[in-house]
């Protein structure tokens, strides 16, 4: 099993109290987010309706390429502590149950309509409360491992039994992930492991190479494209070119624009354009593989911050 580092990273909503089980603290605040301790690889997964949804909610991730974690991994400090574990809630719960008898701690008693769970004591008379919540995203839930005797807590024991249970979800997850990639199509497969690699040109223009042909690559650019949001005006496969008007997201953070939302806007007006928002995205045929450059609205090769951001956001798409 990988390392915990390499294996589980993380969120929390209000707590609702039981009727069923002994009254317990609010938690505190949970309105920050602090983000830490990577444990697993990440992965992007073809859209379903719950990613539409998210979006939906979340404007700008498929402008900016900007999403939520889609692996295991631990949040907050103190008593904010807690592990996010993306996907099934239901399944979750399940594999915490599975956690336990893995470990030989038995359950004392559960309600996952509330969410909550407790162990039977250990070897030294802890034992353990699980809290379980909605995320803050879609398909994701917030894990709280704690102490259920308030006036004895272990912060030490607390985290290292979250810690245990990161580990041990985060497994999981690897497992997930290795039977999703065996199960694709070899073609799919075959487009997981072709190389992309970042180019340094003359007079500091990049460029990407793929290692696939001109057919292969061109439907799989047109398929980021489609997919992180751009706004394609034109595309001309006889010549290779997809025409796609792009919002810089760091130059517009640095506009004088009033506000947040007016900085961050891609729903200009007409004549706010400017033709430095429009660019060709090139592929040309190189035998069995294909390059990929960046050209100006006056279709001229560029070596903007702008068109090296683009390459890479496509290099990135192209190698998940």
Do not use: C
């Not at 603290?25 to 949804?53: K, W």
């Not at 904010?80 to 030989?104: C, K, M, N």
């Not at 005797?149 to 290795?178: C, F, H, I, P, V």
């Not at 980021?224 to 949001?229: E, I, N, T, W, Y």
């Amino acid at each position: 099993m990988p390392s915990l580092d390499e294996v589980a990273p993380d969120n929390t909503q209000k707590y609702r109290k039981a009727e069923t089980m002994p009254p317990l603290d609010i938690p505190p605040d949970l309105s920050t987010s602090r983000i830490n301790d990577q444990v697993a690889g990440n992965e992007q997964s073809s859209a379903t309706y719950s990613e539409y949804e998210e979006a939906s909610t979340n404007p700008l991730a498929a402008r900016y390429n900007i999403t939520p974690e889609s692996k295991p991994a631990l949040s907050g400090e103190g008593d904010d502590r807690h592990l996010v574990v993306p996907g099934d809630r239901d399944e979750t719960w399940q594999r915490i149950e599975a956690f336990w008898a893995d470990i030989d701690m038995n359950i004392h008693r559960k309600d996952q309509r509330i969410g909550l769970m407790d162990t039977q004591p250990d070897v030294d008379g802890y034992a353990y409360r699980v809290r379980m919540e909605r995320g803050d995203v879609n398909r994701s839930a917030r894990v709280y491992v704690n102490g259920t005797d308030e006036t004895n807590r272990s912060n030490q024991k607390d985290e290292a039994m979250l810690r245990q249970l990161a580990e041990y979800l985060g497994g999981l997850y690897q497992q997930d992930k290795a039977r999703a990639e065996a199960s694709l199509p070899s073609s799919a497969a075959q487009q997981t492991e072709a190389r992309v690699i970042l180019l340094d040109e003359a007079e500091g223009q990049q460029a990407l190479l793929v290692e696939q042909e001109f057919t292969t690559v061109w439907d799989r650019v047109g398929r980021v494209l489609d997919s992180r949001g751009f706004a394609v005006e034109d595309r001309d496969r006889s010549r290779g070119t997809y025409y796609v008007r792009y919002l810089d997201p760091f130059n517009e953070a640095e506009r004088e624009e009033p506000g947040f939302f007016g900085r961050m806007a891609f729903w200009k007006d007409d004549d706010e354009v400017t033709p430095e928002e429009y660019y060709y995205i090139k592929l040309i045929s190189d035998a069995s593989d294909t390059r990929i450059t960046v050209l100006d609205s006056e279709q001229v090769r560029t070596s903007s911050e702008t068109a090296k951001r683009l390459l890479g956001l496509i290099q990135e798409q192209l190698t998940q």
